[in-house]
């Protein structure tokens, strides 16, 4: 296979781009990196800085202080997983709850903070060999991405899975607000002005709907390979 590919993983929230490029990145031996990570550490470092309030972004307050927000990936040995660090404190957990989920969406639609985090996605993706999953990493980071691939599957499916998920993890949530939150999500993604959540025209869409994720693993690696 050709080497130092840039791997795109574009799709709606909860297809299981995260997991998918983790195994990918695994078997090919590259770096997997989650983008919307970086947004999510944005969120929680608008959280811890009173620049929330109620459902409210102070936009205006956190765009001057988005220098003020260093984030990066440190592997841990422990569980083989990239973890997400905000000035320099592991936030992997916290990032994911719903509280984050709830706002990181309509964090990620202010052009200051989508600059911020696509250019430090540009610069982590200089040395090639990763699997960077998103939203606008075929269209917007990296439009001459390698290979670009868009996951999609039924909002009900997708909310059972991250239902199911919360389950696993002992965290109380009906599954009613998880598939509202999906909606939400999808479509403040979908209708943003700026580098919205689109299919790249390149891009090979994979409906996982009906497939494991084994089987999404299998679909996606026999289009790498095909690329050989
Ligand atoms: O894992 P899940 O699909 O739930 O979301 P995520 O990948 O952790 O991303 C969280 C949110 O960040 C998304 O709902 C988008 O609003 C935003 N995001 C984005 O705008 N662009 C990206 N490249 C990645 C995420
Ligand atoms: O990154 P994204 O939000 O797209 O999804 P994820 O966090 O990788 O996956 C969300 C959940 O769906 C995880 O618990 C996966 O194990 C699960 N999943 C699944 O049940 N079936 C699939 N085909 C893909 C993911």
Redesign the pocket.
Do not use: F, P, W, Y
């Given at each position: 296979m050709k080497q130092d590919l840039i791997i795109a993983i574009d799709?709606?929230?909860?297809?299981?781009?995260?997991?998918?490029?983790?195994l990918i990145a695994k078997q090919l031996g590259y770096t997997h990196i989650?983008s919307?990570a970086m947004y999510r550490a944005v969120t929680l470092f608008a959280y811890q800085n009173d620049l929330i309030e109620g459902n409210k972004v102070l936009v205006e307050q956190l765009v001057p202080r988005l220098e003020e927000i260093f984030i990066d990936f440190r592997y841990n040995t422990a569980n083989n997983l990239n973890e997400t660090y905000l000035n320099g404190v592991n936030v992997e957990d916290e990032i994911r709850g719903l509280q984050v989920s709830s706002m990181v969406s309509p964090i990620a639609v202010i052009p200051e903070v989508r600059d911020y985090c696509v250019a430090l996605q540009q610069k982590m993706g200089e040395n090639k060999r990763i699997v960077m999953?998103g939203r606008d990493i075929g269209t917007t980071v990296f439009p001459n991405a390698d290979i670009k691939i868009f996951?999609t599957?039924s909002a009900e499916i997708?909310a059972k899975?991250?239902f199911?998920?919360f389950e696993?993890e002992g965290k109380t949530i009906s599954f009613d607000e998880v598939l509202k939150n999906v909606i939400e999500r999808d479509h403040i993604d979908s209708t943003r002005e700026y580098s919205p959540l689109r299919k790249a025209e390149d891009a090979i869409e994979v409906d996982?709907s009906n497939?494991?994720?084994e089987?999404?693993v299998e679909a996606v690696m026999k289009i790498i390979s095909s690329k050989k």
């Open positions: 799709g709606h929230s909860s297809t299981g781009k995260s997991s998918l490029s983790k989650d919307g999953d996951i599957a997708r899975r991250r199911l998920e696993r996982n497939l494991n994720l089987q999404t």
